[in-house]
């Protein structure tokens, strides 16, 4: 059965970076197309980055972009998002996504946990 598990969320100050990660199993790793979404309290859940099965294109939230970077090692059947210069409005549960269909519309068939990550200023 497919899983994902997230981590490398936490507590960082504005300006600050974290690496979140996502290790799945239970399918081939690039078969699938992966996101990452995020969902702050009181917020509709919103999409944050996506990469297309095979790892040849990706692209971001226009809020995110130049500030945070997708990769992944098919090997460890990882997927990363490197965040770099937080803000306090990237406060939010991070959730890892698989086999999803493309656009952030949040239609992916397998969910992670999620993975707090919290901003101060």
């Known amino acids: 059965q497919v899983q994902l598990v997230e981590s490398g969320g936490g507590s960082v100050q504005a300006g600050g970076s974290l690496r979140l990660s996502c290790v799945a199993s239970g399918y081939i790793f690039s078969r699938y197309s992966m996101a990452w979404f995020r969902q702050a309290p009181g917020k509709e859940r919103e999409g944050v980055a996506f990469?297309?099965?095979?790892?040849?294109?990706?692209y971001y939230a226009d809020s995110m972009e130049g500030r945070f970077t997708l990769s992944r090692d098919t090997d460890k059947n990882t997927l990363y998002l490197q965040m770099n210069n937080l803000k306090v409005e990237d406060t939010a549960q991070y959730y890892c996504?698989?086999?999803?269909?493309?656009?952030?519309?949040?239609?992916?068939?397998?969910w992670g946990q999620g993975t707090q990550v919290t901003v101060s200023s």
């Open positions: 996504a698989a086999r999803c269909s493309s656009g952030f519309h949040g239609n992916c068939d397998y």
């Open positions: 990469i297309y099965a095979g790892g040849s294109q990706t």
